[in-house]
């Protein structure tokens, strides 16, 4: 039987990422990189396609389970009928080598331990050769790529596979490190597993403690910086949308994406959690990935890119594995990396001028880049694109994507009037004006009184309410007002906020998808910035009510069968929690929060 996708937990090294279930299998990890081959693939398939299982013999009675503080260390506690033990997982912080520690610590009694590694490459296609050493442990080779594992216990190797039985006492340690490296290289001495165990919950404990958030949701808030830090690449400073690829936003359906990449959309609302937080450091680093990515010709900007901003994503099957309960295709790589996406510019822009209201330094060349983008935004604004949600069916005129157009201008008008820089203000004034007068003329339907999903339409879409937010209006306008209680009457279910309707045929896709959790937030921050503080506080509780018991979340939540669905943990949703919360936190001091325009 499959997993919940809330039964996982992430550990990380800010490089890569691993997902540990509850019965302690290390069912997904990718090396060295978030966007490489899976060695361990098992969540989308079986334990056949790659797994590292570490756990009791014996059906535990019960099973907890906690990050150690404001660590990405994972303790799983596991209580048999003979006594107590500990799994303490995460990942080296100590070095670039992509170090998996796992240690066996004995609480009370005695508890029988078996280990299974079944390593299976290329996203379990490539069975690798496995052989034990003395002194040395396992070795699992295939091409380019060895995985080390050294610990303890003496192991067995049968169909390629290598397994093991132990027994752990009260007091008793018992420490595993896997490490990958390339094959031609040779194997390198193992990390000393507890002094690096215990020097990571440091690193982490440094870099929590800096957070400034100290609002009535501070563990959240931390939980969810410390998953936005491990999804962050740490050579470059890019952040992937989410560490796995095709978790399936409806059971058995075909929307399974590949999430492993860094998006431009993410921009503003990641710096914005970031330096509320903050964390200028990190938002210096995510500044600087986006104008690398971006700079050179603006008719050649993409809507994503890889960790290091490579340009081609391309979509690939991967038939072999069935998929998250049998959820296919399995895909790799993103088709939507050169899909025409009007907003980003937007995004750009609006990211880079949040920098200047921060006050981080900018180079003249950053000034450059930007004119670039919007003299290529000066040339497409009118044309459809096929906007925030990456639809496969026919480019439209969503109001989204112009919003964000709009935004792209009216930064431009900012960074001129508030900060000095050469420009062609008037040019962008007006066409910003012009912008502004063509959404609220052929966006917002009277009939419904609601800004709708794209020009002259009667859809609704829940990316309106972002027009709250960047300043487009003012919150008490009668015609946001109308958008916002359009959106509860119609998409929202049970507290939580669908996109748009699936049914529409918009996006070209066959099925139904779930609730989309940053939807659900910016409904919650529009409450709070109307001064509607205890509806904005139900909402954000509703949804926090949701993470599993670590404080993860997927990208959606089905209402009907009360479980998450999608990539996993997904950055979107996390930073919307985060800005959620500096909302709610600025509306309890004032009444009302306010956009960040």
């Not at 989308?44 to 150690?68: F, M």
């Not at 909402?539 to 599993?548: D, M, S, W």
Request: hydrophobic content about 40%.
């Amino acid at each position: 039987m499959a997993k919940l996708i809330e039964d996982y937990a992430l550990i990380g090294d800010c490089r890569t990422a691993a997902l540990v279930a509850k019965d302690g299998s290390l069912d997904w990890l990718c090396l060295p990189r978030f966007d490489s081959p899976a060695a361990f693939a098992a969540i989308l398939g079986t334990p056949d396609h790659g797994r590292w299982l570490l756990a009791p013999v014996a059906e535990p009675k019960r099973i907890t389970r906690s990050y150690r503080g404001d660590t990405l260390i994972l303790e799983t506690l596991y209580e048999t009928e003979d006594g107590e033990a500990v799994v303490v997982d995460c990942m080296s912080m100590l070095d670039d080598a992509a170090d998996v520690l796992r240690m066996v610590e004995g609480r009370r009694g005695a508890v029988r331990f078996r280990t299974e590694f079944r390593p299976r490459f290329d996203y379990g296609s490539a069975t690798p050769w496995v052989r034990s050493e003395d002194g040395r442990g396992v070795i699992a080779v295939c091409g380019p790529e060895t995985l080390h594992l050294s610990g303890p216990a003496p192991v067995a190797i049968e169909d390629w596979t290598a397994r093991a039985e132990f027994e752990v006492h009260e007091g008793m340690k018992v420490p595993f490190v896997l490490t990958w490296h390339p094959s031609h290289l040779a194997i390198k001495d193992p990390v000393d597993p507890v002094a690096a165990i215990e020097a990571t919950a440091r690193w982490w404990e440094e870099w929590a403690g800096r957070c400034q958030y100290r609002g009535a949701y501070r563990q959240a808030v931390i939980r969810s910086l410390i998953t936005l830090k491990a999804l962050t690449y740490q050579p470059t400073g890019g952040i992937v949308a989410a560490p796995t690829t095709s978790l399936p936003e409806t059971i058995g359906g075909i929307r399974n994406w590949d999430y492993r990449y860094c998006w431009l959309r993410d921009a503003t609302f990641t710096l914005t959690a970031l330096l509320q937080s903050g964390y200028r450091d990190e938002a210096d680093a995510w500044r600087q990935w986006l104008l690398r990515a971006v700079a050179g010709k603006g008719e050649e900007v993409h809507i994503m890119y890889g960790l290091a901003g490579e340009r081609r994503l391309p979509e690939t099957e991967l038939p072999w594995l069935p998929g998250y309960e049998d959820s296919r295709p399995v895909r790799i790589g993103n088709g939507a990396y050169d899909q025409f996406q009007l907003d980003v510019y937007g995004e750009a822009m609006a990211c880079l001028h949040l920098a200047r209201h921060y006050g981080m330094s900018a180079e003249a060349d950053d000034w450059r880049i930007e004119r670039e983008l919007l003299a290529r935004l000066e040339q497409v604004w009118r044309e459809p694109d096929e906007g925030i949600w990456e639809v496969r069916g026919e480019s439209r005129h969503f109001t989204h994507s112009k919003l964000m157009a709009w935004v792209g201008f009216d930064r431009a008008v900012k960074d001129v009037e508030r900060f000095g820089l050469a420009g062609h203000v008037d040019r962008w004034r007006e066409l910003r004006d012009k912008l502004h007068a063509e959404i609220c003329d052929r966006s917002f339907n009277k009939r419904r009184n609601a800004f709708t999903q794209s020009y002259d339409s009667e859809d609704l879409d829940a990316s309106v309410l972002v027009m709250m937010e960047v300043g487009f209006l003012p919150p008490d306008d009668p015609r946001l007002v109308g958008t916002v209680a359009a959106i509860e009457k119609e998409l929202m279910h049970g507290g939580f906020v669908d996109r748009y309707r699936t049914e529409s045929g918009v996006d070209g896709l066959e099925g139904t998808e779930g609730a989309f959790l940053l939807c659900t937030f910016w409904l919650a921050d529009n409450y709070a910035l109307m001064g509607r503080l205890d509806d904005a506080k139900r909402i954000f509780e509703g949804v926090l009510a949701v993470c599993n018991d670590v404080g993860l979340l997927a990208e959606e939540y089905d209402v009907k069968a009360r479980r998450q669905l999608g990539n996993f943990p997904q950055a979107f949703s996390h930073l919307g929690l985060v800005n959620t919360a500096w909302h709610l936190h600025r509306a309890g001091r004032e009444g009302a929060s306010r956009p960040l325009d």
